[in-house]
């Protein structure tokens, strides 16, 4: 069990415990007792949501706020792209999968390039399902099958043959991971711009 699960499970147990007791004082009916309960441990689930996909629901908030506001999404110039940060202070960016349209979350922390299950399937990708790994997201480890992209292209600048990982636990998430951002001549954050450098052809 990890330090986060043990964390979770004492603040489970402190939170019955309280309810149990705040009950016991109460002396109420067994049906009283009973609608109480049911009540509490409704709002725990709704809170344990909350909490266990507060990633997702802040990515998804953000790309709303982005998409309401009309802020910029990015830009192209001299072949290099600059992408501002959204609302959520990530940086999205818009690009194809094998001609298909796809929105990235740009992740340096991640190793690989991840998609959704469905942004994988709209491309037609060939995911080979006996290839499993294991990745690591906000929810805990999951797992993740492998699939090539023949090209993923964003503005000028391309991939091919690019190797990805695919799983439903990703929700409608797209990540640009470092192999491929390390395939660009730099990357940086400049006046709150993601900046994107091709390298010379």
Request: aromatic content about 6%; charged content about 20%.
């Given at each position: 069990?990890s ?10 147990i ?8 705040a ?19 409704a709002i725990?689930a709704?809170?344990?949501?909350l909490?266990?996909?507060?990633r ?9 706020l982005?998409?309401l506001?009309g ?30 349209p ?7 922390g ?32 999951a797992?993740?099958?492998h ?30 991971g470092m192999?491929?951002l ?17 390298r010379?052809?």
């Amino acid at each position: 069990m990890s330090g986060d699960q043990l964390a979770r499970t004492i603040w489970y147990i402190l939170a019955l415990v309280l309810v149990v007791s705040a009950l016991a004082s109460r002396r109420m009916s067994l049906r009283g007792t009973l609608g109480m309960i049911l009540a509490w441990a409704a709002i725990f689930a709704v809170v344990l949501g909350l909490f266990s996909f507060r990633r997702e629901i802040g990515l998804v908030t953000g790309r709303m706020l982005t998409e309401l506001t009309g802020a910029p999404r990015q830009s192209v110039s001299g072949g290099a792209i600059r992408v501002a940060a959204s609302q959520d202070g990530h940086y999205w960016l818009d690009g194809t999968v094998d001609g298909k349209p796809a929105r990235f979350l740009i992740d340096s922390g991640a190793t690989v390039t991840a998609l959704s299950e469905s942004t994988a399937t709209t491309a037609g990708l060939d995911i080979d399902r006996q290839r499993i790994a294991f990745v690591d997201t906000a929810n805990g480890q999951a797992t993740a099958s492998h699939a090539t992209v023949r090209e993923l292209r964003v503005g000028a600048i391309h991939a091919s043959d690019l190797p990805v990982l695919v799983s439903p636990a990703f929700g409608e998430v797209n990540v640009l991971g470092m192999n491929f951002l390390s395939q660009l001549r730099s990357w940086r954050v400049e006046d709150d711009q993601m900046v994107l450098q091709p390298r010379a052809e």
